[in-house]
Nanobody, 130 residues
Framework: QVQLVESGGGLVQPGGSLRLSCVTS??????????IGWFRQAPGKEREGVSC????????NYADSVKGRFTISRDNAKNTVFLQMNSLKPEDTAVYYC?????????????????????WGQGTHVTVSS
């Protein structure tokens, strides 16, 4: 059974930083093939993709709105994926989710679409406000 648990959200001032964690179980980073994606959903808006990382080739991809500010990374030993968020803006306020798509694919050009993901975490709240 694959499970994902997010943490690290909170209240931060504009320009600040947060690091989100997505701890996975049921996936082995060094032997299973999957994509881990980060998504966010702001109040009254649809869920949107933020970033993703592929286990098969280590490729990553980012939404234009976060390029240069957010960095996705993984710790294979801890089966954990991180999202480092810097230079946060009020428009980054949302519930952030991680999700897993079990397949072999690169994400060099694009992340999988939301319907491709098989497993989801419960989300962690991020509020950017002064």
């Amino acid at each position: 059974q694959v499970q994902l648990v997010e943490s690290g959200g909170g209240l931060v001032q504009p320009g600040g930083s947060l690091r989100l964690s997505c701890v996975t179980s049921g996936l082995t980073f060094t032997s299973d093939y999957y994509v881990i994606g980060w998504f966010r959903q702001a109040p009254g808006k649809e869920r949107e993709g933020v970033s993703c990382v592929s286990s098969s080739d280590g490729s990553t991809n980012y939404a234009d709105s976060v390029k240069g500010r957010f960095t996705i990374s993984r710790d294979n030993a801890k089966n954990t994926v991180f999202l480092q968020m810097n230079s946060l803006k009020p428009e980054d306020t949302a519930v952030y989710y991680c999700a897993a798509d079990r397949r072999i694919t690169t994400v060099q050009t694009i992340c999988p679409v939301i319907d491709d993901y098989d497993y989801w975490g419960q989300g962690t709240h991020v509020t950017v406000s002064s």
